[in-house]
Every structure is written in structure tokens, then in C-alpha cells.
């Protein structure tokens, strides 16, 4: 009787386990897969002459790293006094938790060490595609930025950089 009831005792510990294990494995892929699965609509917010004044800087998202396929941008952007517009022909790849930031160096690569500058959060990407309008907190000085970046925060992963061209 002994003899059975280390088999059951075995078999119900590794069904458990496993069980465990399958869930949080099933969890993960679904944090990880869900934005490119369910991606939010493409946006197209307009800017107001009211609301922007005239622009003072503006630049391109660029791919950074080439050899990465799923880390990517382009399109363009506009700078005002007050508002960030990103343009209608904006684009990232798909992913979770991306940010859009202003950053103190206008050269920003892969390496750069984004998350350790006196970067400004200027609020979590809204789509991964279209024309999206962030605003400038006041005080901030476009000037003292070189670059607006798209970074992910979940895994501190450069998305795409953009020179501020003034």
C-alpha cells in the first residue's frame, strides 16, 4: 500500500507543478503578446492654432537599430511652444508599455542609457500608428532637449529616437 502512494503522491506534485508553471508561462505570453494582438486604432488628432502657436522644433524617428525587426519607428514630428504632435505618417512596432519621452542628448543609440538622464515623461504612446498630440508641461525649455524619444518602460528597451532640429 506504501509502494502506491508514492506514485499518486508524485504524480499529483508534478500535476500541480505543472499546473503552476503552465499558468504563469500562459500569463506571461499574454502580457508580452496582447499588444500585437489587440493593438489600439490608429490615431488622427489635429492641432489647433490656438493650442500650438508656432512651431520651433521638429524631426524624424528613425529606426536605431536596423538588425532589430520588432523595435522600430518613422514618421515625423512638430514641436510647439507647448504640444508635441507626432504626424499622421508616424509608426512604431507593437509593444507593451511604450512612453514618450523628451531627452537631454541629441544623439540617442540602443546603448544609450535613456532611463538613467533627466529625461521628461510626457505620457504613455496612445497608438502605434497616426497623428497623436502630447502636451508640454509648462516650465519645460525645448532647448535644454535634444531628442524626443519612444522607449518602453516595461522592459527599458530604446523603441525609436528623434533629433529635435530647431
Known sequence: MAELKKPIISLILGLTL????????????????FPYL?????????????????????????????????HYG?????????????????????????????????????????ENTMFVDLGRLKAFGGSQNYPIPAGIDLTQYGSVVIWCEQFNVLISPAKLNF
Open 18 to 33: 505543472g499546473a503552476i508553471l503552465g499558468f504563469a508561462a500562459g500569463v506571461g505570453a499574454g502580457i508580452v503578446a
Open 74 to 114: 518613422k514618421g515625423g514630428f512638430i514641436a510647439y511652444p507647448d504640444l508635441l504632435h507626432l504626424e499622421a505618417d508616424f509608426e512604431v512596432g507593437p509593444g507593451p508599455k511604450y512612453h514618450v519621452y523628451l531627452v537631454p542628448e541629441p544623439d540617442i543609440t540602443p546603448g544609450t542609457a535613456v
Open 38 to 70: 489587440f493593438p489600439p486604432p490608429e490615431l488622427n488628432e489635429m492641432v489647433t492654432d490656438r493650442e500650438a502657436g508656432d512651431a520651433i522644433a521638429s524631426g524624424q524617428f528613425i529606426h536605431a537599430n536596423p538588425s532589430d525587426p520588432v
